[in-house]
């Protein structure tokens, strides 16, 4: 059974930087593309970014680009999204996502709320 379970989200000030962590079980994390979304309130859902299977390519929103790195631990069958100088404008609930072949994503975890404010 394919698991996501998103930990890491909470409250920052601009600026700041937070980690959030996509715990995995269920299948075997290489072989899976994985993504993270967000949702703000009252817009729709945005991709921000996606690591392909085997980690061989990156991709990112022009949203965060240059401030947020995804990466993977397979020993730990975990994927991070790495947040810095994170503005008011990233406040949303973010979600990790994953499937063994883009552009769709069947599995989804739950959510993790990130607020950014003063």
């Known amino acids: 059974q394919v698991q996501l379970v998103e930990s890491g989200g909470g409250l920052v000030q601009p600026g700041g930087s937070l980690r959030l962590s996509c715990a995995t079980s269920g299948f075997t994390l290489d072989h899976y593309a994985i993504g993270w979304f967000r949702r703000a309130p009252g817009k729709e859902r945005e991709g921000v970014a996606c690591s392909t299977s085997g980690h061989a390519s990156t991709l990112y929103s022009d949203s965060v680009k240059g401030r947020f790195t995804i990466t993977r631990d397979n020993t730990r069958n975990t994927v991070n999204l790495h947040m810095n100088n994170l503005k008011p404008e990233d406040t949303a609930v973010y979600y990790c996502?994953?499937?063994?072949?883009?552009?769709?994503?069947?599995?989804w975890g739950q959510g993790t709320q990130v607020t950014v404010s003063s």
């Open positions: 996502a994953a499937d063994r072949e883009l552009p769709t994503y069947r599995y």
